[in-house]
């Protein structure tokens, strides 16, 4: 006891190998390690970030009496110039996540086998389809931006029959049209925008993981449990990219 | 963690995920199409009946993302519960602020 | 892989240590040590319940005294004051900086700071926090996000003044004050980080909660406390990032000239070039944030005060279970009710009325805590330290504020005191009082554990008594000026006929406010006095209290226990369990056949 009294035995630093993940102790109540514990409840966090964005734009939106359509917006596709294609290219893109998160969960489940080649060949294909997707919304943003939309400004303007038509082709044909409103530019860019930034940080995740694969740390570690957490951020990117793709593209 | 997966879980749980997939990809297309039929066949005529399918199969993605792909499925109980429940604060606060949109489109009118 | 010899190892790294010494930098500035981040954040919200009372005592003096002027103060803030009067800008800075700095850094990042990183560890029998680094990196981005706030306050336009709830258009047009423009910014861009900071907090304490328990203690072994903290952490964590999207949006109106809260609006008969959003907006974004935020403020101290409490009367907690259920229900309540704070908005008034129904429902769980609180202490024999007397200050404070919220929760009532002085009353006694004297519990309890040393308890009871009374004298004759329609925000009432006649009231709250504030000076003495000089602990166990923190060496060195963790066999709440045995039982002691027979007959 009087050892436990000085000051300066107890006061040492001791540096601790790792979190004592249930030491000695009490199972986790559900069995999950204390890392995907923690990316799930910060997920979850993250699907309230995203919902205040949502709905902010829902409310802008239902406070309208008109909006534009989106099958005349998101109607071009790369390489085919002048050729209208509604939802074609969002349709890609959106084929593109999914399959780069279903990738990700093939490489998650080669690492409860061990099997580092696995895991490396299903996070590349992960890795270049999310590149692919933010090519795809680059060229889309570039595209738009190329129209005059802005965030403060919308070139969808509303016309006679409340059909939806860019300014410059309505004052061509010379139709009477109505502002639209510029909200649209402002949520459209914010809220994809806000997206595509997780996109960017989740591919520099899977590039970290696929690195440390090639170079053997999870496997000398003996599990790949990083994958896996970087996997279950990867797959939010896409439980997003879903209502982001219903609300801005199919309503 | 070190308990490996044996080969006959591991060929199930990749037909589990593929199975996943297609539904995923069969539901978007159900959807897309929904959506283009409305803008080349019926444009003149409202689109809530349509939004309210394309909402319910956009839900019914939203659950196989989490359920398969994120696993969710397969943790214990108490743990789908401890995160799926707080997602009742959002339905409220999209209720509420549904109310408020429209709320404000009749004020205009 | 960690392995459960971890214990040993932590032994072994004890006998080990001699050999490398820690500096000064590793052990007090960069450490990953839950207590000493701990005390980090609790240096940092002193220094900032400093500040946000001295900017308080200044906007009193200008209500107390509108026509003086005040040249000694001039030369010291001399950015605020003009002809020695402060500057209308300057009163609404001030307030803004007050309510920012006491809600979101003294009584949000500071209280559960603090008591979240000393306790939780310790109470549940864990080495560390789930994830040290990301414990520490919390403590660095709170501070990073208040040396931006603070070198707001030094800037020659003038800090942030559109209210802590930064409604716009106030807080977006930068033509709205002169505060809007740079100051607003800056409040910004601390907020977020400010709100990483909460939720790399929030997410690992919910981890270690649920997962680093140590052998035998189970969800509901655990001290109130904890459960009080692990809700907290969660309503946090949920809240805030409504609060990132609202203030994101706020940044684009701001900056890119997007229209999320902005409509038509024009300055000098000019329009500017906003159109189509709606400031109701965020008023509702920010209030999904707000409503819960005041829980995050008082669910800790609700924790520190029901164990205090029992551990003073000797008597187990009144309702244990009753206590987490009536936690858990405010915790989802809390995310119900938010628009109570915008009846007069003008919003859908069948949405308003909803609203009522949820704010009215609060009162349901949070009566039974202070039912609890009572019935605890019931015929106790209670030993009144410090701790005990702030705690039962903390019950009396709960109960006065909260009676004036259901009030305020009719939303016919709330049209008539809205935006008065009544609003102010209340929520000072319910969260701003409350919650302080939670905290000064905590601290006057636990600083045994932090220093190994006593608080001077002589100093102990001036400091609350001159609180206790000083507190009531302040906030409860805003109650009568709000129920007679003055209103808040005010720079100067003598302006007005009617509000002119409340001048003595505002006297009195003004003169009181600067006792109350010069008192907490004794505090602070005490506490770095107490911290070099105070009476020192010889015991492991001074307050005889069963949970575990006590069971740590007097200073416990990072990993806390320095053999195996202990291991738990029963509840934390067995104190004068049995007429003639021992007084307390500590939750390490294992469960006889008697505690069996009892735990039978009265099931808690
Ligand atoms: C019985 C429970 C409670 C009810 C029914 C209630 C109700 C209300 C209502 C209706 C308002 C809005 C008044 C107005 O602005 O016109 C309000 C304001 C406020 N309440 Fe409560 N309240 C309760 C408990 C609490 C608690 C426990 C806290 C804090 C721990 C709290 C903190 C606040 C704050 C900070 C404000 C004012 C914010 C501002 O406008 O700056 N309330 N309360
Ligand atoms: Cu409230």
């Known amino acids: 006891m009087a050892e436990l009294l000085d000051e300066n035995v107890i006061s040492e630093h001791i540096t601790l190998p790792a979190p004592n993940n249930n030491e000695g102790g009490e199972d986790t109540p559900f069995k999950v390690s204390y890392g995907k514990t923690m990316m799930w409840f910060f997920l979850l966090s993250d699907a309230f970030t995203f919902t205040g964005f949502l709905i902010a734009y829902g409310a802008i939106r239902m406070s309208k009496t008109w909006w ?11 390489f085919l110039h002048g050729v209208n294609v509604p939802l074609g290219l969002v349709s890609i893109m959106t084929t593109i996540l999914i399959l780069s998160s279903v990738f990700v969960v093939r490489a998650v489940i080669e690492g409860h086998r061990m099997n580092q080649k696995g895991v490396a060949f299903w996070l590349f294909l992960g890795i270049l389809g999310g590149v692919a997707f933010l090519g795809c919304q680059a060229w889309e943003w570039s595209h738009l931006i190329h129209d005059g939309m802005t965030p403060f400004y919308n070139v969808y303007h509303a016309g006679p029959e409340g059909e939806t038509i860019k300014l410059a082709l309505a004052e061509k044909a010379k139709t009477p049209v109505s502002p639209g409103p510029p909200m649209f530019g402002g949520s459209f860019f914010g809220i994809t925008g806000f997206h595509g930034l997780h996109v960017s940080i989740g591919v520099v995740m899977n590039i970290v993981a696929l690195i440390k694969t090639l170079n053997g740390t999870y496997q000398r570690r003996g599990h790949y449990e990083m994958v896996e957490k970087f996997g279950l951020y990867w797959h939010f990117v896409d439980l997003v990219w879903v209502f982001v793709f219903l609300f801005f593209y199919l309503i | 963690m070190s308990s490996h997966l044996d080969d006959a879980t591991y060929h199930k749980q990749v037909a589990a995920i593929w199975r996943a997939t297609i539904i995923i990809a069969v539901v978007t297309v159900f959807e897309v199409g929904l959506a283009l039929s409305h803008y080349f066949f019926f444009y003149h005529h409202p689109k809530a009946i349509i939004n309210v399918f394309m909402v319910l199969a956009t839900l019914m993605k939203a659950f196989y993302i989490i359920a398969e792909f994120m696993h969710l499925k397969y943790e214990y109980r108490s743990f789908i519960i401890i995160l799926t429940l707080p997602l009742i604060f959002l339905v409220w606060l999209i209720i509420a602020l549904s109310v408020e949109g429209t709320f404000w489109l009749r004020l205009i009118q | ?236 964590l949920l809240s805030f990032p409504v609060l990132f999207s609202a203030a994101v949006l706020l940044v684009f109106d701001k ?30 974004l920010f209030w999904f944030l707000g409503h819960p935020e005041v829980y995050i403020v008082v669910l800790p101290a609700m924790g520190i005060v029901s164990e205090i409490l029992s551990l003073s009367a000797r008597k187990p907690v009144f309702g244990y279970k009753a206590m987490i259920l009536s936690l858990l229900g405010i915790v989802v309540l809390s995310f119900l009710v938010w628009a109570h704070h915008m009846f007069v908005t003008g919003m859908n008034p069948f949405l308003g009325s909803v609203f009522a129904l949820f704010t009215l429902l609060i009162a349901v769980p949070s009566s039974v805590k202070v039912f609890n609180w009572l019935t605890t202490i019931w015929k106790g024999n209670i030993k009144m330290t410090v701790a005990a007397v702030f705690s039962l200050g903390f019950v009396s404070m709960f109960i006065s504020g909260g009676l004036t919220g259901i009030w305020l929760g009719n939303a016919t009532v709330d049209i008539q005191l809205h935006d008065t002085y009544f609003v102010i009353g209340h929520f000072h006694l319910v969260m701003g009082v409350a919650a302080f004297f939670g905290m000064f519990a905590g601290i006057y309890h636990w600083f045994p554990k932090m220093f190994g040393r006593f608080m001077n308890e002589t100093l102990g009871y001036i400091h609350f008594f001159i609180t206790f009374i000083g507190g009531y004298l302040i906030f409860w004759p805003m109650h009568y000026l709000g129920m007679s329609g003055v209103p808040r925000r005010y720079y100067d009432f003598n302006e007005f006929h009617a509000f002119s006649e409340y001048h003595d009231m505002n006297l009195l709250i003004s003169v009181s406010a600067i006792v109350v504030f010069a ?10 006095y107490s911290m070099k000089r105070g009476r020192k602990s010889t015991e492991l166990n001074p307050w005889k209290v069963n949970t575990l923190e006590w069971t740590t060496p007097i200073i416990p060195g990072h990993g806390n226990w320095p053999g195996d963790l202990p291991t738990v066999y029963r509840w934390p709440y067995d104190y004068s369990k049995f007429e003639d045995g021992p007084d307390f039982i500590p939750q390490t002691v294992p469960l006889t056949e008697a505690d069996i027979e009892s735990d039978k007959k009265n099931l808690h």
């Open chain 1, 68 to 78: 534009p359509d989106p099958n005349v917006v998101f109607a071009g596709m790369p």
């Open chain 3, 255 to 284: 900056g890119l000239g997007t229209s999320f809260y902005l409509s038509d609006i024009f300055i000098g008969g000019k329009a500017l070039g906003y159109s189509g959003g709606n400031a109701i907006l965020f008023q509702h």
């Open chain 3, 1 to 236: 892989m960690v392995t459960s010899s971890t214990g040993e190892h932590a032994l072994s790294m004890i006998g080990a240590g001699s050999h490398h010494k820690e500096t000064f930098i590793s052990k007090y500035i960069f450490s990953t040590d839950h207590k000493m981040i701990g005390k980090q954040f609790l240096y940092t919200g002193m220094a900032w319940a400093v500040i946000g009372g001295l900017f308080s005592v200044l906007f009193r003096v200008q209500l107390a005294w509108p026509d003086e002027t005040f040249p000694f103060l001039e030369q010291i803030f001399s950015n605020w004051f003009d002809e020695g009067h402060m500057t209308p800008e300057a009163y609404y800075a001030l307030v803004t900086m007050h309510g920012t700095i006491m809600v979101f850094f003294v009584l949000t990042a500071s209280l559960s700071g603090t008591f979240a990183n000393f306790l939780i560890p310790l109470q549940i029998g864990a080495r560390d926090m789930a994830s040290p680094i990301m414990n520490a990196l919390s403590y660095w981005l709170f501070l990073l996000s208040s040396l931006i706030m603070l070198a707001s306050i030094f800037l020659p336009t003038g800090m942030a003044s559109a209210g802590w709830t930064i409604y716009p258009p106030l807080s977006i047009l930068p033509q709205a004050s002169s505060g809007s423009g740079m100051g607003m910014t800056l409040w910004l861009v601390s907020m977020v980080f400010f709100i990483a900071s909460q939720l790399l907090a929030g997410i690992n304490y919910i981890s270690t909660v649920l997962n680093l328990r140590t052998k035998g203690m189970t969800m509901t072994r655990m001290p109130l406390t904890v459960w009080a903290l692990f809700f907290t952490a969660i309503i946090g």
């Open chain 3, 519 to 528: 008192a907490q000076f004794i505090f602070v003495i005490n506490f770095f």
